[in-house]
């Protein structure tokens, strides 16, 4: 297994309108977590704005920082790639995943994974500017995982330092089980780091995804969400130590702490900060049984105060037995990919 240029080997995954400033900071301070990375940075033919760059660029001195660019224009590319660099981004990724029709209309995202040709132009364009970490984000394929290997070597050679695989075709959409089977593939072939990444809901599975596949590290992004304590979880199982089972209570203060940062973040809103609150909380209850009713008189709340009062008085007591949040995935509510014997 190749090693990658950060530790602990697992990242938190950009995710658009989610992965900002603040709650980058909470999963840094949280621990576990060697790279948070920023949502995508759209690069077209204007030069960045510079208050994309203030909010991309905001680093926690507790994990190195990736800032992603999404884009095909090769000079804008290269230019944006630099700026970020010098700005402070530890590494430097591109998005050659993203399957929304509004981006791969335009050639980029995962349009790019039908255009080898110019994916190399533009990875060699940014390699050329990027002194320090370089690296893509890249699905399976289009409609089908032929061709990833190739297209992982060429990015190799292309000069990307690590790879990160997210385990499904973009076709997939974010349905179905992402294939863990290439990820091991291209673990096997390649002389960069590969990062997993994909229906990792439980600790004890990304574990099993490292060991079984040679993947050099894991990105982990809803499952991270709906159970903020994965990443400690699985430096823990790593140590060969016993991991937390968090209770009902380490839910609410993980709610707490995170609305703490949604308002220090943007403080003149008197309800900016609602609808992060309700998405994050969202993501939580999926990890609490039998969740339906709760899930609606929670969501329902029209503020920030009411919500966390009643959500106080809902989850504080709530057991541990009643939450799928222990590392072995003991109560199973999501499902799990499996990776079949070479
Ligand atoms: C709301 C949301 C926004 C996302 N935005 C991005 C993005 O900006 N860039 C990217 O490369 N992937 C993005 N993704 C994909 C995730 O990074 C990740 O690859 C995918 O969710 C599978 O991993 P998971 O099962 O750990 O969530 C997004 C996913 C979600 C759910």
Not at 103 to 109: E, H, L, M, T
Not at 119 to 132: H, I, K, N, W, Y
Not at 290 to 304: E, K, N, S, Y
Request: proline letters at 6%; one cysteine or more; hydrophobic letters at 50%.
């Amino acid at each position: 297994m190749v090693k990658l240029p950060f530790a602990p080997a697992s990242a938190l995954a950009p995710m658009e309108g989610v992965t900002g400033p603040a709650l980058r900071a909470r999963f840094a301070s949280g621990g576990g977590v060697g790279l948070v990375c920023t949502e995508f940075v759209r690069v077209s033919r204007a030069a960045l704005p510079a208050k994309v760059l203030t909010r991309a660029v905001v680093k926690a001195p507790e994990a190195l920082l990736s800032v992603q660019v999404m884009g095909n224009e090769i000079e804008k590319m290269a230019e944006a790639a630099a700026l970020l660099a010098e700005a402070g981004a530890d590494v430097v990724d591109l998005n050659v995943g993203c399957p929304m029709p509004r981006v791969v209309r335009k050639g980029v995202g995962a349009a790019m994974l039908k255009d080898p040709a110019l994916l190399f132009r533009v990875v060699s364009a940014m390699r050329a500017q990027v002194p320090g970490l370089l690296s893509a984000k890249v699905r399976l394929g289009w409609d089908d995982d032929a061709g990833a290997l190739e297209r992982a070597r060429l990015l190799v050679d292309a000069g990307v330092d690590f790879l990160v695989v997210h385990a499904r075709r973009r076709s997939d959409l974010y349905a179905g089980v992402a294939d863990w089977r290439v990820i091991r593939e291209l673990a096997r072939a390649l002389p960069i780091p590969v990062i997993g990444n994909g229906d990792l809901w439980y600790a004890a599975d990304a574990l099993r995804l490292m060991r079984d596949s040679g993947a050099a590290g894991v990105m982990i992004g809803r499952p991270a969400l709906r159970n903020p304590w994965i990443f400690t979880q699985l430096a823990a199982l790593r140590a060969g130590e016993e991991p937390k089972r968090p209770s009902g209570e380490d839910v609410f203060e993980w709610l707490l702490a995170l609305d703490a940062g949604f308002r220090a973040r943007d403080p003149g809103k008197r309800f900016g900060h609602v609808g992060p609150l309700k998405e994050q909380l969202g993501f939580l209850l999926r990890a609490v049984d039998d969740a339906g009713a709760l899930r609606r008189r929670l969501l329902q709340l029209p503020d920030a105060d009411s919500i966390l009062r009643a959500a106080e008085a809902e989850l504080a007591s709530m057991p541990a037995s009643r939450l799928d949040l222990d590392a072995h995935g003991t109560l199973g509510l999501e499902r799990v990919p499996q990776l079949a014997e070479a």
